[in-house]
């Protein structure tokens, strides 16, 4: 594949990611959403609310960014924010390609890309703005980089550094990268200094805040028992698995296997340090989160999981890369082609995927249009001057602190404290009650008004309930 040719097909996916993100609005998750409030308190000189009630972890480039979108869009700061992470998914798709082409050759290379772009996981990631997809396309363009030139140094450890502002996986991938290039003559200390960018500045701006150097992870520490979230070291093994199978797809995991096997045998690939890093780290990090009593989550297996994808590149389209008259070519593009109908059928059972992502989204948005209706009328502007907006507990409490650019006091929930005056939300309808009016840790009659509150409006699935 030519360079032009290569620029030409990054460029048509960015233009239709642009145009699905245009023609599709989605907004933002719960993190994100916290991100774009702290960054509108920060512009507005105050500190940002790190320590709010079941606030999540900061992540500190994340904030920066948020900060910079809410100066140049203002209140369109949560759709920019996606815009951003749709592009980086692009470029995440593209960095896999240079890093799948690097070790195991072009066609491999983008079978890595396409299996990576196809992830409903990973699309899902990008329609509400998770922090995950800028970090994984930091990282493997660092990988891309260190593929085609092992040991480059300083321009593969600023992307690691940047990504260690975003996720601490990266800080043991710095780590590790200082101490390979350390492997030659002098200790590097300019390397050393960017790899410990990422945990001491995320310390700083925690001691800032907080005052607690290590207040994201005791946060997260304390959320995730808060909320009963799956954590320590026996529900690794089971979530492991199951967290691959459902990012990669299980016939991408068993490919990824047969490529592995495959690249063994025939001692193929070049930089085979870049994966093996990669899928190392990944599973170590994973593994180190059970053990500090962290949640368990599939978003801590997505660097491993996008790791496997070029094994599994290689195991699909490493065939084309012999010459034509090698023997093993055709028996080997025969078995793929058999593999590929049997994979059919999976697929097609898998098509009701496409309709629940789509479900999805369309749901998200319905959600954020009601309370977007709500929080504008004039029951709520009414009911605004005699108390708070609650909401059953944390779950839209940062969507509606963006929405009415309000602070921790002016919007909260009824979880952590009851409240006799204001503006009390409510969810009209099964599905959204279901979603969004219970939390672990919340008592479930925080979703019936008080005695005072009388009903002022419903918008679609929210209702609204005002005393004063």
Known sequence: MSRRHELAAVAALALAAVVVWALVPTYPNYDAYYHLAWGRELLDGQSPSFEAYKAPTQHPLYLVIAALLGALTGAGADRALVLLTAL?????????????????????GVVSAALTGSSFALLLYAARAYVDIPFLALVFWAAALEAQHPRRGARVMVLLALAGLLRPEAWVLAGLYWM??????????????????????????DASVTGD?????????????????ERGLGAIPGALVS??????????????LGGVVIAWRRRAGRSLHVPAALLGVG????????????????????????????????AL????????????????????????????????????????????????RAVHDDLGAALDSGAVAAGRRCGPVTFPNYRLVPDARWILDASRDEVGARSAKRRERGVAVFYADRKTLRRFGFADGASPRTNAPDAGFERAGRHGRITVYVAC
């Open 88 to 108: 980086s998914l692009v470029a995440l798709v593209w960095a896999v390609f240079r890093t799948g082409r690097a070790v195991f050759g072009v066609w491999p």
């Open 180 to 205: 390979w290039c350390a492997r030659r003559p002098g200790w590097k200390p300019g390397l050393l200094a960017l790899a410990l960018a990422g945990p001491v500045m995320w310390s700083l701006v």
């Open 213 to 229: 150097p290590l207040h994201s992870l005791h946060a997260t520490s304390d959320l995730a028992g808060e909320l009963g979230r």
């Open 243 to 256: 967290y691959l199978a459902d990012t990669l797809r299980p016939p991408v995991l068993l490919a990824a």
């Open 283 to 314: 599973l170590l990090t994973f593994i180190a989160t059970g053990v500090a009593g962290l949640s368990v989550l599939p978003r801590y297996l997505t660097v491993p999981a996008v790791t496997l994808t070029l094994p599994a590149g290689y």
């Open 317 to 364: 389209a490493g065939w084309a890369e012999l010459p034509a008259w090698a023997p093993v070519r055709r028996r080997w593009a025969l078995t793929v082609g058999v593999l590929a109908l049997i994979g059919s059928g999976f697929v097609a059972t898998r098509l009701s995927v496409v309709d629940r992502f789509t479900t999805e989204l369309r749901y998200v």
